[in-house]
Nanobody
Framework: QVQLVESGGGLVQAGGSLRLSCAAS????????MGWFRQAPGNEREFVAG??????KYTDSVKGRFTISRDDAANTVYLQMNSLKPEDTAVYYC????????????????????WGQGTQVTVSS
């Protein structure tokens, strides 16, 4: 089993920055990929950013503003979010995949095996 705990969310004005953290514990040695997703009220959960042995990938709306990074020694993945916009408001979830990586970076909810509880990000205009 793997446990994921997100932190770093909050309320920020448009144009501001936040850094989300996701700490993984448990059987993390099987980690093949990690990703960040978000879900706004009334919307489906959507891919934001992710990494695997295939590299990193971002959804178009956050390219140039968000950066995913990781600290393997601390079993932690980060999402640095700059130039935040009101449309970035959502609950942000960290996800981890232990199944083998067959291609690139995974962008679908069903492709990840473990999820955190989410952290709220609210961007005011």
């Amino acid at each position: 089993q793997v446990q994921l705990v997100e932190s770093g969310g909050g309320l920020v004005q448009a144009g501001g920055s936040l850094r989300l953290s996701c700490a993984a514990s448990g059987r993390t040695f099987n980690t093949r990929a990690m990703g960040w997703f978000r879900q706004a009220p009334g919307n489906e959960r959507e891919f934001v950013a992710g990494w695997s042995v295939g590299g990193t990938k971002y959804t178009d709306s956050v390219k140039g503003r968000f950066t995913i990074s990781r600290d393997d020694a601390a079993n932690t993945v980060y999402l640095q979010m700059n130039s935040l916009k009101p449309e970035d408001t959502a609950v942000y979830y960290c996800a981890l995949r232990t199944r083998p990586v067959l291609y690139g970076v995974y962008t679908q909810v069903s492709e990840y095996d473990y999820w955190g509880q989410g952290t709220q990000v609210t961007v005011s205009s």
